[in-house]
């Protein structure tokens, strides 16, 4: 599969950073164009962020750090073989740290490239490191056999963390009641439909029923979830089979699981139980701002407990969501910051064996959403009528596209998605001197595509 995100150029220079005081150093880096700082491991980067934005705020320059521009992470040591694989060649092989791994597929450019790895965790040490640096390559630990029986993914949270709105990020369109006045009740399945199917399938208490649009499917959900809601009930299960189910899942199940915190807490609390013994891989949503609840903690150690005890030792993704409200905080806004801290607080509380991720639920659907209003389904020969037109007609600026839509939509409830991805936009161009002009260009700052990319790597090797 090809990667969601641009692995490469954008490290012309890598620096192992090893004199924290030298703040005037790093503020001239930021001239340097992507430079990757990688840390003693003894370091913490949230605490290293958190001072380079106090003595930003100290200094005397006119322009200010910009924080997104510093890709910091873990000069790990490797006490065990790492190699480098291009396809099925070997590179590069017997790599001492992260710094040098990073400057072989730096020399290796944009080809189709491995990681080989002796061990899970240092698999998940070095997918960390990736993380913060915001590129993504697959790791593969030696020996591990690929698999073709994808499995199930379980989504898990407490209430309002946003599942099964990451359900539907994941999907790419609303299928799943993302509403926070309306839970989800039961254990929802979402699968591939059979190949020659056209409508969306929904199997609920031994029988099934065909949808023709998602919004058919929505009417039907919200009912069922109001009514159960207004009881403080749980429903039965209902599987739900898409014909448009992405490909990089491999054919793997999503599972949406009622929050551990609701009314229903015992119905809840069953299903969550029955889901985790069930499933092989696992997400975890928590909420960014609030920095690991007593809820959320009480969550985590259950899935823990089940994926991590003396039979089975499989690693646990944890999906920050709603970093989109970072924007809006007083703290510096490095999504580093936030992952580390999280990442740091759970290895203090004796975890070990996730991955945390920060991710943008809400902006990743409304992109969804605005390319559909921009660029709608189109046939074949619209297709090709679209490709030769770019080479004779000027495109039309996101910006300029997305007033219009604004203009269009005025009095529905589609104009609060063009609302939000503008502001989104302006905060990326203010904050970060990211300018977005096309619509298909969303995807670069769209960080779900990193979880799809991680769900891809364990779910191709499990």
């Not at 058919?216 to 207004?230: P, R």
């Not at 679209?386 to 589609?414: A, C, H, I, M, S």
Request: aromatic letters at 10%; a negative charge; charged letters at 25%.
């Amino acid at each position: 599969m090809k990667p969601f995100t641009k692995i490469l150029p954008q490290f012309k220079d890598v620096k192992l950073v090893t004199n924290r005081d030298n703040y005037e150093e790093i503020y001239q880096s930021e001239q340097q164009s992507h430079s990757a700082w990688l840390l003693d491991e003894t370091e913490l980067i949230w605490e290293f962020i958190e001072e380079l934005a106090e003595a930003d705020d100290k200094s005397s320059h006119d322009k200010p750090l910009n924080l997104y521009d510093f890709y910091i992470a873990y000069n790990l040591k490797f006490s065990s073989d790492v190699s480098l694989l291009n396809k099925s060649k070997v590179l590069q092989s017997g790599l001492k740290d992260f710094s040098e791994l990073l400057n072989a597929v730096i020399r290796a450019g944009n080809g189709e490239l491995n990681i080989l790895v002796t061990s899970d965790k240092l698999k998940l040490k070095i997918l960390q490191q990736f993380i913060y640096l915001r590129i993504f390559l697959p790791v593969i630990v030696d020996g591990q056999t690929h698999n073709q029986a994808a499995g199930e993914v379980g989504i898990f949270g407490t209430k309002k963390a946003g599942k099964s709105a990451l359900i539907n990020a994941l999907l790419g369109n609303e299928y799943a009641v993302s509403s926070p006045m309306l839970p989800t009740p039961n254990k929802v399945t979402y699968s591939a439909a059979n190949k020659d199917a056209k409508e969306i399938s929904l199997t609920y208490k031994n029988s099934a029923q065909n949808f023709h649009t998602v919004n058919d499917l929505q009417k039907f959900l919200t009912e069922k979830n109001s009514l159960a809601n207004k009881n403080s009930e749980t429903l039965d299960e209902m599987t739900i089979a898409l014909p448009d189910f992405p490909a990089f899942l491999n054919g793997a199940r999503l599972i949406d699981t009622p929050g551990s915190n609701f009314a229903a807490g015992k119905g809840h609390a069953d299903i969550i139980q029955k889901t985790l013994v069930e499933v092989p891989n696992a997400v975890f949503v928590m909420n960014y701002s609030q920095y690991l609840t007593q809820d959320e903690l009480k969550l985590f150690d259950e899935i823990y407990k089940q994926f991590n005890n003396a039979k089975v030792k499989r690693p646990i993704l944890i999906a920050l969501n709603r970093v989109d409200e970072i924007f809006d905080s007083e703290e510096s806004k490095s999504y580093e910051r936030v992952a580390d801290y999280i990442h740091y607080r759970l290895t203090a509380l004796g975890y070990e064996n996730f991955l945390v991720i920060g991710v943008s639920v809400i902006q990743a659907v409304y992109f969804d959403e605005i390319t559909r209003l921009i660029e709608p389904p189109a046939t074949f020969f619209e297709r090709m009528i679209n490709y030769f037109k770019k080479f004779f007609v000027k495109p039309v600026p996101l910006d300029e596209q997305l007033k219009k839509l604004k203009t269009d939509l005025r009095g529905t409830d589609k104009v609060s998605v063009v609302v939000f991805v503008r502001n989104i936009l302006t905060d990326f161009e203010d904050f970060h001197s990211i300018v977005i002009n096309n619509v298909r260009d969303l995807q670069k700052i769209n960080r779900i595509n990193y979880l799809k990319c991680l769900l891809h790597n364990f779910i191709q090797n499990r």
